[in-house]
């Protein structure tokens, strides 16, 4: 369908990348949430082409459809296999 996510937010702020947010880029923010450094200011520093907002949310940014993640996570949790959905979170 074309979709992209371009914003991640944390405690600190949040992200914008127009290039869109997947595959090593998806993997790095796993990596800093799994050391306890939950925050997405370093994404930035790593990603030159995005942009760190501190302190806002991303509401501000103009997209085509906004979807929390949590209203996504529980849509995929309705949709997709447990066992499936895990690989997909990269949960063990």
Not at 16 to 41: C, F, H, Q, T, W
Not at 77 to 82: E, F
Request: net charge positive; charged share 25%; no cysteine.
């Amino acid at each position: 369908l074309g979709a992209k996510v371009v914003t991640i937010s944390g405690p600190d702020g949040y992200i914008y990348d127009p290039d869109g947010v997947s595959g090593d880029k998806i993997d790095y923010m796993l990596e800093l949430r799994a050391s306890g450094n939950d925050i997405v200011a370093p994404y930035a520093e790593k990603y030159p082409n995005s942009t760190f907002v501190a302190g806002r949310r991303p509401w501000e940014v103009k997209v085509d459809i906004a979807i929390p993640f949590f209203a996504l996570e529980k849509f995929l949790i309705w949709v997709v296999p447990r066992k499936q959905l895990m690989r997909l979170l990269k949960i063990n």
